[in-house]
């Protein structure tokens, strides 16, 4: 089994070296970010009551299908739902009440190492790594299948870096694994190369649970009854249904107290409407019937409002990223999340561009910046995502952290303590005199700006004199140099031991199967 | 004379020349962005009454420097000031009374075509190129100092975007025509290869004089008188000074009254202290005294409140773009000029970078955004910058383009009409059904989402089998195909004549100088 190597690290230099070291040196370790700024509100009150307004119409009249799963049926009828066959209605307003009774407007997510558990909700923002991409990709070897090598690669370089404050899930797809059987490696990889909190394994309830029974091992038996370990992603199957295998999922973490993401995933023009507001209004519809599910399937247990939102090509079906429409979606529904007392997911850095070009730049930067202004709680893909989701990128992921470093700065909003307002600074300097020098300045130094460690910010000369590096290049240097540095947090070796038996036995128990 | 060439078009193909078709036939053309969202207010009311205070404790107790403008200090003097030396000092409240007594709130800056008029202040935003540059780039032939053909070339390619309302000024340095003289050629230019609005010469009084009187030959004798056809920018020389040049180009303009951006340009850390609220505060003092000396020229002259702020680099004292703290100082001061009723100045597509690669992406972006969010009214530097503003680059003018026409769209904010609303859609759809062939996607096609047309949705395969082209690659094909389709917008050819006599004779009335 290709965990069981030990994780090694080796040490090295250069400018890059340097480069990442002034950034560790500098950056303020966080366990999250706590946002100083108010969520930044783009639509009316009267403009979300319409929304919340229609969803409930669409709850009401069209509902929607629970397929596959008569256990789920069963489950909403007991909770007030009108079932008929597969289909689900809520009479209006039923499906926010039993959210909103039940379900924790915050909770923590704990990590291995309790300097990391995170907060989810209220002013707190999380930044994970991009999630299920099927290739990667690198500035050396290009476009390829993902591998577990590769998953290890981005999980260690997750639990590096100062500026992601989760080991995410699926940040790649390790394709020389059997499919039925890489989520064992996959959590493993979470629990021994990070110490961080992960996400769990959706494709199969019975690989929820195993990644609970993971989780149980690690933290004991009856940790998880107390405290959040997992956190999971569910997507619907937009447009109004859930499927039996997300429902199997969302129900084995949730009977297990572990907390699920219950997200409409939509591709607008192609699964909703073509306009944002009907966008937003079918999410919040399937979102509220979602988490309405996991509320009935164990009251109180953790669940966040998740959104994620496209808009497409109308010419080629193709989907687009980092345009305005799904920014405007984000700051609807973030609003609908506060008002709901739910804990809401969405954003990142996506892009439709296959390399870390301009394009997948501007289009990363105009859904990240829309994401911490608006107060995301959690922020899947916040590193590393490129084609729309089909790859993962080295270099994209080291140009991503660097904006999600700038993005705890801006999340900070305004400083106006004295030494910020700097008013006895400009007093005693005067007209004309510049301010290098000055004991104000001297004594902001360190802190003062955003300091990004992929940014040149050189002269043309000096530029070209260091071989006229585009940001790729320089990115290329610094994910090496991090993964020659990295060395894996301490483990107790009797659980790791314990757990890798667990697992073997587990793997050994049935054939291999890429189904 | 480089402009007397009669400008020419002619007409070309390829699939850039498609994408720029499609682009011009679905743009809706406005002559400015008017805002339907609510600026953004990430400063507190009470933080921003803190930075007003600070302010005005500057210009109380430091005061400006008005340097080597007797009649500037005389005016001062005459309207409340305290004089002492060139160092004036403003009793608390003085200058805000100053500017607020007769400084339009808002006006118009008429174009040579009416059609494409700008209205500066309220819910307008105006989006202008980039200014100032002595360098150019291109793909093909590198960095190279730009010259009239390049002002040529980026005046028409301003005039063909739909996404930029404004000629600009100096949209990059005309370095092969001597200094004392160039500033015919590029007025001119604006006037003639463009008919949208334009900005003036400032780089002595006397070429803001030629700029008014060229003015006046191409609109009439008294057009100035009744309104604004010009918009100049005049820097402070922060900390704390205007200088003799910009106090006398100021003058020049406000006597005829025409519009002046007054800017103070700070580079924090260096030029104001480094905290965002330090640089903002001082802005704000700078800005104040600049504006009611334009009041005091003439009342009620068109004025606008300028803000130009970045960070640096605290190691190298380069300049660093597109930063969180930058952000932070604009949508202080973007607040605080709506507070003093004043149109504002700031923003654009700024970076550091020497070429259009993430990280000149990356920092646009997150200047863009706030720009547009804090409601800016006019956006110079809103397309073409690179390197900090010493190079114009032809890839990254038509990249930041695209970013302009996104930002048409952010700005209209969510529509909640019933048909932005959709949901007679959600509800007759039902669920798994999806939306692609609806009669309500078919209605919303052609305008449901923003159409970029240099962003590349295909997939993988595809744009493998295109040729693997970056955003740079793509936006090099689309300029090429613009500047070959440009043909001039019509003149009044006696007008046009005459101007041109104009300019021979007062070239032939002096000679050529590099000072």
């Given amino acids: 089994m290709s965990t069981t190597d030990a994780p090694r690290g080796r040490r090295s230099g250069g400018r890059a070296g340097r480069q990442a070291a002034r950034l560790a040196a500098v950056a303020e370790k966080v366990p999250f970010i706590t946002r100083s700024l108010t969520p930044v509100e783009l639509v009316s009150e009267e403009g979300l009551a319409t929304i919340e307004h229609n969803a409930d119409t669409i709850l009401e009249t069209v509902g929607i299908d629970f397929r596959g799963a008569p256990d789920a049926l069963e489950l909403m009828r007991s909770g007030g739902c009108d079932v008929d066959g597969e289909r689900v209605r809520f009479p209006r307003g039923l499906a926010r009440q039993l959210v909103q009774a039940t379900a924790p407007r915050e909770f923590d997510q704990h990590a291995r190492n309790p300097a990391n558990t995170v907060h989810l909700g209220g002013t707190a923002t999380v930044l994970a790594p991009a999630y299920g991409s099927p290739f990667v990709r690198d500035l050396d070897e290009g476009r390829r299948y993902g591998t577990i090598e590769d998953f290890q690669n981005f999980v260690k370089l997750s639990y590096l870096t100062p500026y992601l404050h989760h080991s995410?899930?699926?940040?790649?797809?390790?394709?020389?694994?059997?499919?039925?059987?890489?989520?064992?490696?996959?959590?493993?990889?979470?629990?021994?190369?990070?110490?961080?909190?992960?996400?769990g394994s959706v494709t199969h309830p019975l690989r929820a649970q195993d990644t609970v029974d993971m989780a149980r091992l690690l933290f004991g038996e009856d940790a998880l009854e107390e405290r959040a370990y997992i956190l999971s992603l569910i997507n619907a199957n937009s447009p109004l249904v859930w499927d039996t295998v997300m429902l199997g999922a969302a129900k084995a973490y949730a009977e297990a107290n572990q907390a699920v993401i219950m997200t409409p995933f939509?591709?607008?023009?192609?699964?909703?409407?073509?306009?944002?507001?009907?966008?937003?209004?079918?999410?919040?519809?399937?979102?509220?019937?979602?988490?309405a599910y996991v509320q009935l399937v164990r009251p109180g247990a953790p669940v966040v409002f998740g959104s994620f939102a496209s808009s497409m090509s109308m010419q080629s079906g193709a989907p687009t990223f980092g345009t305005p429409e799904p920014a405007l979606v984000l700051f609807a529904l973030a609003a609908c999340a506060r008002r709901l007392g739910v804990p809401f997911r969405s954003g990142g850095s996506l892009t439709a561009s296959k390399i870390a070009d301009a394009q997948a730049a501007y289009e990363s930067a105009n859904t990240l910046q829309p994401t911490?202004?608006?107060?995301?709680?959690?922020?899947?893909?916040?590193?590393?995502?490129?084609?729309?989701?089909?790859?993962?990128?080295?270099?994209?992921?080291?140009?991503?952290?660097?904006?999600?470093?700038?993005?705890?700065?801006?999340?900070?909003?305004?400083?106006?303590?004295?030494?910020?307002?700097?008013?006895d600074a400009i007093v005693e300097n005067g007209p004309g005199q510049h301010f290098l020098g000055t004991a104000h300045t001297l004594a902001n130094f360190e802190t003062a700006f955003y300091r990004s460690n992929v940014a040149d910010n050189e002269s043309f000369e000096k530029w070209q004199e260091t071989g006229s590096l585009d940001a790729n290049r320089r990115a290329n240097a610094i994910w090496k140099l991090m993964l020659a540095e990295y060395e894996p947090p301490p483990?107790?070796?009797?659980?790791?031991?314990?757990?890798?038996?667990?697992?073997?036995?587990k793997k050994a128990s049935f054939p291999d199967s890429n189904v």
């Fill in 168 to 199: 995410g899930g699926t940040v790649c797809e390790p394709v020389d694994l059997p499919v039925n059987k890489r989520h064992y490696d996959m959590v493993y990889t979470h629990m021994r190369y990070s110490d961080k909190p992960f996400m």
């Fill in 266 to 291: 939509i591709l607008a023009g192609a699964m909703s409407p073509a306009t944002a507001a009907g966008a937003a209004t079918q999410t919040l519809a399937e979102a509220l019937a979602g988490m």
């Fill in 491 to 505: 483990i107790d070796e009797a659980k790791d031991e314990e757990l890798r038996e667990w697992i073997e036995k």
């Fill in 372 to 423: 911490i202004l608006a107060g995301v709680n959690f922020v899947l893909h916040a590193a590393g995502w490129l084609e729309g989701g089909l790859a993962m990128g080295y270099e994209k992921f080291i140009l991503d952290l660097d904006q999600c470093g700038q993005m705890h700065a801006l999340a900070k909003g305004l400083d106006l303590s004295p030494n910020g307002q700097a008013l």
